[in-house]
């Protein structure tokens, strides 16, 4: 199975350093605009959406429902097209 990663990064060094390498690693990096502040990570396949929040209290939730799991793909293809 091959793995397709795209990645939204908060404005940092180090998300601009890691967009400069994604290549390497064989990813789509995105920077989000200034102010932006994500606490969340989201891990979207054509089976599950796993949301993993990144702040205290640590936890997950894993959505195998497929009407949500579209919607949630096409929200990300909406917002990854309007990022520069």
């Known amino acids: 199975m091959q ?3 795209i990645i939204w990064l908060s404005n940092s060094p180090v998300a601009r350093q890691h967009k ?3 290549k390497n690693f ?6 989000l605009p200034l102010g932006t502040s ?3 990570d989201m891990v979207l396949t ?3 959406l796993i949301i993993h929040q990144l702040i205290p209290p640590i936890m997950a939730i894993v959505i195998e429902n497929k009407s ?3 919607l949630q793909k096409e ?9 520069p």
């Open 75 to 83: 929200l990300f293809e909406i917002i990854w097209k309007s990022l």
């Open 3 to 5: 793995l397709f990663v």
């Open 68 to 70: 949500v799991i579209k």
């Open 20 to 22: 400069r390498w994604e």
């Open 38 to 40: 994500l606490e969340i």
């Open 46 to 48: 054509p089976q599950m």
């Open 26 to 31: 064989q990813e789509q990096v995105k920077i």
